[in-house]
């Protein structure tokens, strides 16, 4: 697996193929991103490259991570994130080396991960789509109510509690979720913007990572194959 990248969801437009095809693509502002720190199998025991993402004035960060980021020459940074690679490429980076876009230059295909919007406290019909109750006579006040839960309500020899899974009304959104395998439409190096198309997850200057797609289908894995030939 290659480098991730970090960097802020723009918002959507259009752009038009070859053909005159009007595309749908998300704009990522994508990097650049500052490596802050490389681990070593020899002293970290394991090796990872860690990157810093949008810098910020100093008197909205900490000492601490002040000083951290000034060992790699490097501007207070907003956002860090570490990633996992192979010991052998751990040579290929250096502290206060720049990534930019273009490290995503030939790649296909790139998960993108983020934090998808909050949407508050949902019931069950909005939360898991549940189709609710009979809208005819006899039901009163409940149609979009869950109904019974008695087939769940106990976990026989653990405990009377509900059994856990049972899905219900609650928390819907803010978590982390991966988009994979969107097509990379056009990377523009000289404004550090990625297209992608396919939905991103979150809202507007959401902090997303993007890295190439680690899990592909047969058709796009045959498109990866036919490219690298």
């Not at 970090?6 to 998300?26: A, C, D, H």
């Not at 490429?89 to 250096?94: Q, R």
């Not at 991960?113 to 039901?139: D, E, N, P, Q």
């Not at 990379?184 to 991103?200: C, D, F, H, R, T």
Request: aromatic content about 4%; hydrophobic content about 35%.
């Amino acid at each position: 697996m290659g480098i991730s990248l970090l960097g802020k969801k723009v918002g959507m437009t259009r752009v038009y193929t070859e053909k005159g095809v009007s595309l749908p693509v998300t704009v990522i502002a994508c990097g650049p991103c500052v490596v802050t720190q490389v681990r070593t199998p020899e002293k970290d025991g394991y090796a990872a490259v860690q990157i810093g993402f949008d810098e910020v004035e100093p008197r909205n960060s900490t000492m601490p991570q002040i000083g951290h980021d000034m060992k790699a020459g490097a501007e207070p940074m907003r956002h860090h994130r570490e990633f996992r690679i192979e010991a052998k490429d751990a040579g290929e980076f250096s502290l206060g080396q720049t990534l930019t876009v273009e490290k995503l230059a030939g790649t296909l295909f790139v998960d993108v991960i983020g934090t998808s919007k909050g949407k508050g406290f949902a019931g069950v019909m909005k939360r898991h789509h549940f189709k609710g109750m009979f809208a005819s006579h006899g039901t009163e006040r409940k149609h979009r109510s869950p109904g019974s839960i008695g087939s769940l309500c106990s976990n026989r020899g653990y405990g009377g509690g509900l059994k856990k899974g049972k899905r219900m009304a609650g928390h819907m959104g803010d978590e982390r979720v991966t988009n994979r395998s969107l097509d990379v439409v056009q990377i523009i190096p000289e404004k550090n913007l990625l297209l992608v198309k396919g939905s991103v997850p979150g809202g507007k200057n959401g902090l997303v990572e993007i890295r190439p797609a680690v899990r592909l289908y047969k058709g796009k894995a045959n498109k990866v194959k036919a490219a690298s030939k």
